[in-house]
């Protein structure tokens, strides 16, 4: 039996499929360490949507050739969306690594492993369009919350996208299997579930014909152990009436959604070849507010995408300041070759930068505004966890998913349990953040 570590990076779906294949691994008898050191096969699961993303991919592999020529490490497995992406130019330009999995051969990871261990080069590629084998997990966030991915694959064609010919077409997984997974995640301590797919919206669609996604929802708050349940990635033509009166409806559904609009010029949207336009995108969040005023909504948007002028960008500016949206996150257009808007005519990557940083500062100023309502108010607190460097405690609002949004720092002389719910009162901002202090601990 052997020592294999594990390096995840990328999205939260990119986590659960290597808590997956952890529990493989462990299953078949191996060790999963804690640490990469040590360790006789690191599998580096990658992410490889964007520059930056690629860029940190392979700084992690040449960090881990590093070790390896140290004989700190083993073996060196490369998986996931960059393995998928650049099949041949991995092992013929970085020799360090011995072996690579694609996305469609996640459940391979362990003869992947027991062949490195015999010296053996690993190349596999399965099919990227097959439903996926259920397991079990070994998760990696803190015991109170989890991610809870409930399909595969993406079948919006984004002009800009390269996920469906990395991840392959949409696959729901069956509702047993979810709730299944679910009720284990609750059993096991979990407070705070996390749907995530890339397009939760759409769930169901391919396996009942309908969408789905307010059943499930239903299904999850019934549930037992659940406080939150909360919704990440759902796209705004898909966000169907019954979702919405779902979501107003159940208490344990937390009044947030992750909404990427990505733009709101109706000329950029179509070459983009995304459905729906500004006015399309007006009524969406004024129905979602009218429907649950206390919604906080999150969204990403990219400047410099083909077709945006001064004019567009503007355009943009306007819309998020008349929307005042409570989480926006705006990202520099990079171009990827194999999608149509690759060889579209677009801004240089410098302009998209400082449009994107303009559209901080915009964001910031209501951000500063939204959160500064709070002062003297007692909020919902999930305790997430202890800082050393501030010497303080730090937790989350509904309106604040994890490693995305904002903090609540508490100010209190007694330690505090994670994964507790506290009514904190608001008395200050830190840096963005809200702070304050608490009243008691909510039942």
Known sequence: ???????????????????????????????????????????????????????????????????????????????????????????KEMPEVDGILGTGSYHKIVPAIEQLLEDTQVVDFGSINEPEEETGRVLTTPEHYAFLKIAEGCDNRCSYCVIPSLRGKFRSRTMDDVLYEARLLADSGVKELIVVAQDTSRYGLDLYGKRMLPELLTELCKIEGFRWVRIHYVYPDEITDELIETMAREPKIVKYLDIPIQHCNNKILKLMNRRGDGAFLRELFGKLRAKMPDIVLRTSVITGLPGEGEEEFAELCEFLKEMKLERVGAFAFSPQEGTPAYDMEYVDFSVAQQRAEILEQIQSRIMDEYNASFIGKTLTVLVDGYNEEFGQFYGRTYGDSPDIDGRVWIACDEALTEGTFLNITIDGLVDGDLSGYPQEETV
């Open 1 to 91: 039996m052997a020592n294999i570590g594990f390096i995840s990076l990328g999205c939260a779906k990119n986590q659960v499929d290597c808590e997956r294949m952890m529990y493989r691994v462990r299953e078949a008898g191996h060790e999963v360490l804690s640490s990469v050191t040590g360790s006789d096969v690191v599998v580096i699961n990658t992410c490889g949507f964007i520059d930056s993303a690629k860029s940190e991919a392979i700084d992690y592999i040449l960090e881990m050739a590093a070790l390896k020529a140290e004989g700190l490490i083993g073996k060196i497995l490369v998986t996931g969306c960059l393995s998928q992406r650049y099949q041949e130019e991995i092992l």
